[in-house]
């Protein structure tokens, strides 16, 4: 009965690929978002979604796409991946856009090797 | 920047004693947040202060927040070794926006 799940929780792949990472929110909230984590620990906001509308969508390349299917999913799909986008990325819920506590998932550590 | 610039970066400190981290930023607030994360894992929400709010608790848990200065403090009491971990302060400025501080490391020997 996890909160916010994603998968998978570790994904090595090499450069040029595409991969794609998965999350889902079971605790009825209308945002989500995707962050990411670098190696010094600073938490980026990558896009935001409420009620499968993008309403946040910072300055990430073109590679990156997220989908909302539903407003329980929000998927990440990246293409031709750089060494650069090795990173721990964490997918994130809350009732309201960032006025109320984010609900972390466990976060799925991404090796472009 | 309206990020949060948290300080000390890091932190040692014996278990039982209290650790103290600040946050400072730049701008006006509508709120500020505090989280955990332990290592390998997501981010947990501690605490949610208002900008018309001065200080909360929960548990061993003490935060103030002085938007004269523009600081916010996170107070540990009696600190134990499960308290190990990192943790950031996130603000939500007056547009809106949100961000995360760069977070302080928290190390509680036994």
């Known amino acids: 009965d996890t909160a916010v799940s994603q998968t998978p929780k570790y994904l090595v792949t090499q450069m040029g690929n595409d991969k794609s990472i998965k999350c889902e929110q079971n605790l009825g909230h209308d945002t989500m978002y995707w962050y990411k984590q670098d190696s010094k620990k600073f938490l980026k906001i990558m896009f935001s979604y409420n009620n499968k509308e993008l309403i946040i969508n910072e300055t990430v390349p073109n590679r990156f796409s997220p989908k909302s299917p539903d407003k329980a999913h929000l998927n990440l799909h990246i293409n031709s991946l750089e060494l650069g986008d090795s990173a721990v990325y964490f997918c994130?819920?809350?009732?309201?856009?960032?006025?109320?506590?984010?609900?972390f998932g466990n976060g799925t550590r991404l090796t472009v090797t | 920047s309206q990020q949060g610039e948290e300080d000390p970066q890091a932190l040692s400190i014996q278990e039982g004693e209290n650790a103290t981290m600040n946050c400072s930023y730049k701008?006006?607030?509508?709120?500020l947040q505090w989280y955990r994360q332990n290592s390998g894992r997501g981010l947990v929400h501690l605490i949610l202060?208002?900008?018309?709010?001065r200080e909360k608790h929960s548990g061993r848990l003490r935060v103030t927040l002085d938007t004269s200065k523009k600081s916010s403090s996170l107070l540990i009491t009696a600190s134990r070794a499960a308290d190990t971990a990192s943790y950031f302060c996130a603000l939500t400025d007056s547009w809106g926006k949100f961000q995360f501080g760069a977070g302080t490391q928290v190390v509680v020997t036994p």
């Open positions: 701008t006006s607030i509508n709120n």
């Open positions: 994130a819920s809350s009732p309201e856009v960032h006025n109320s506590p984010l609900h």
């Open positions: 202060i208002r900008s018309n709010e």
